[in-house]
Antibody, heavy 126, light 104 residues
């Protein structure tokens, strides 16, 4: 059974750096094709994809946030860490991590987020 | 790539057939997923590759489309289906704005 859990501060001040940890079980981030993604959701608003790290340490980030984001992994601890710099009140919301799996259909490969953590709420305020 | 969804919200009754549309700003072949999010919960994957039902998802959910136009259909709406539904493009991982389904 795959599970993921986000942890980190619930309150950060503007301009500070946010560090969130995703601790997972039930899979290994050394398995071919597997990844862990980060998604956030401002209160009452839509989901926003932030980035993903794959088993081979390949990383992809949202173009609009790439300059502020860093995602790293520690496979020995089964953890993925998201760092977001220069936090602003508009960054307030729920932050989720998710297991990213893939499927090959008709020679095309599809990556999707099949198991999500419950999310952690982050408020940016002075 | 940008995704739009229509309608942004709808009211329906238990047993109704519901269709939600997702449109991509450019062709994305079948690189689309659908998620359900109930209030206060994390999203749940329903469909990927436009029409492949995720394991454990009830068969009343179905997806179709390719290129720029996609649909999610719920054949007979159940009480637990009242939620917000998001589409996601599976190359850029961009999400659509969501469609809220509530009780009529």
């Amino acid at each position: 059974q795959i599970t993921l859990k986000e942890s980190g501060p619930t309150l950060v001040k503007p301009t500070q750096t946010l560090t969130l940890t995703c601790t997972f079980s039930g899979f290994s981030l050394t398995t071919n094709g597997v990844g862990v993604g980060w998604i956030r959701q401002p209160p009452g608003k839509a989901l926003e994809w932030l980035g993903v790290i794959f088993w081979d340490d390949d990383k992809r980030y949202s173009p609009s946030l790439e300059s502020r984001l860093t995602i790293t992994k520690d496979t020995s601890k089964n953890q993925v860490v998201l760092t977001m710099t220069n936090m602003d009140p508009v960054d307030t919301g729920t932050y989720y991590c998710a297991h990213q799996d893939y499927d090959s259909i008709d020679y095309a490969v599809y990556y999707y987020m099949d198991v999500w953590g419950k999310g952690t709420t982050v408020t940016v305020s002075s | 790539i940008q995704l739009t969804q229509s309608p942004s919200s709808l009211s329906a009754s238990v047993g109704d057939r519901v269709t939600i549309t997702c449109r991509a700003s450019q062709g994305i072949a079948s690189y689309l997923a659908w998620y359900q999010q109930r209030p206060g919960q994390a999203p749940k994957l329903l469909i990927y590759a436009a029409s492949t039902l995720q394991s454990g998802v009830p068969s009343r959910f179905s997806g179709s489309g390719s290129g720029t136009d996609f649909t999610l259909t719920i054949s007979s709406l159940q009480p637990e289906d009242f939620a917000t539904y998001y589409c996601q493009e599976l190359n850029s991982f961009t999400f659509g704005p969501g469609t809220k389904v509530d009780i009529k």
